[in-house]
């Protein structure tokens, strides 16, 4: 059975960090595209970051370029996001999500890509003071 699940959210005050992780089982995470998206409360969701691991191509969203990073361990099958120095605007439930091949610029843009397959049921972050 293919299944994401997303972990490593909670609560913390500006400035500080966390590290989402994303565990794949039912398939081999390596062969596909892996995004994070976050959804806040009465907005849109929208794309954090996504990795090919076919070409070693990531995009990062404009508001958190330099603060957060995402990752791959094939051999635990996960992908992680580090998030540092969050700020009250990162407050959201975080996904991952998986598709074919490769992350491009057009796609990471549409969460709702048919192309993207959530498999989880998110994490909570929240950044309060």
């Known amino acids: 059975q293919v299944q994401l699940v997303e972990s490593g959210g909670g609560s913390v005050q500006p400035g500080g960090s966390l590290r989402l992780s994303c565990a794949a089982s039912?398939?081999?995470?390596?062969?596909?595209?892996i995004g994070w998206f976050r959804q806040a409360p009465g907005k849109e969701r929208e794309g954090v970051s996504c990795?090919?691991?076919?070409?070693?191509?990531?995009y990062y969203a404009d508001s958190v370029k330099g603060r957060f990073t995402i990752s791959r361990d094939n051999a635990k099958n996960t992908v992680y996001l580090q998030m540092n120095d969050l700020q009250l605007e990162d407050t959201a439930v975080y996904y991952c999500?998986?598709?074919?091949?490769?992350?491009?610029?057009?796609?990471?843009?549409?969460?709702?890509?048919?192309?993207?397959?959530?498999r989880g049921q998110g994490t909570q972050v929240t950044v309060s003071l």
């Open positions: 999500a998986f598709r074919p091949y490769v992350c491009y610029q057009k796609v990471f843009s549409r969460p709702n890509d048919p192309s993207w397959d959530y």
């Open positions: 039912g398939f081999t995470l390596d062969r596909y595209a």
């Open positions: 990795d090919s691991s076919s070409d070693s191509t990531t």
